[in-house]
């Protein structure tokens, strides 16, 4: 089960375009699995291709970075989201310019 719903997560991710994000909640309820936010969030840390699978897209409901970011940490994130012209506005992804709605 665990692998199928990673694969879900990872299939939905890789809709986000660049210079957008989403939020793990989102992906959840995008997957008709509401409750699982934290389980996309471990698929995500899980990523076998973080190239292929853009997992930096994914941030908190509020715009907020996760400390934990598989592939470097805060500072790789906050990086691959500037070079893909996401804006920042008090530490925070500015959500209503870029966020992507899946539902």
């Known amino acids: 089960?665990?692998?199928?719903f990673f694969e879900k997560?990872?299939?939905?991710v890789k809709l986000i375009p660049?210079?957008?994000?989403?939020?793990?909640g989102e992906?959840?309820?995008y997957l008709k699995t509401p409750?699982?936010?934290r389980q996309v969030g471990w698929a995500?840390?899980?990523?076998?291709n973080p190239k292929l699978i853009p997992c930096h897209r994914i941030v908190f409901a509020d715009g907020s970075l996760?400390?934990?970011?598989?592939?470097g940490g805060m500072n790789a994130q906050y990086q691959l989201l500037i070079n893909e012209g996401i804006v920042f506005k008090d530490n925070k992804v500015d959500m209503k310019?870029?966020?992507?709605?899946?539902?």
């Open 1 to 4: 089960m665990e692998n199928s």
């Open 9 to 12: 997560v990872y299939n939905t």
């Open 18 to 24: 660049k210079g957008y994000v989403c939020t793990y």
């Open 27 to 29: 992906i959840a309820k």
């Open 35 to 37: 409750t699982m936010a």
């Open 44 to 48: 995500l840390h899980k990523n076998p």
């Open 66 to 71: 996760s400390s934990n970011f598989a592939f």
């Open 97 to 103: 310019k870029h966020f992507y709605h899946l539902i």
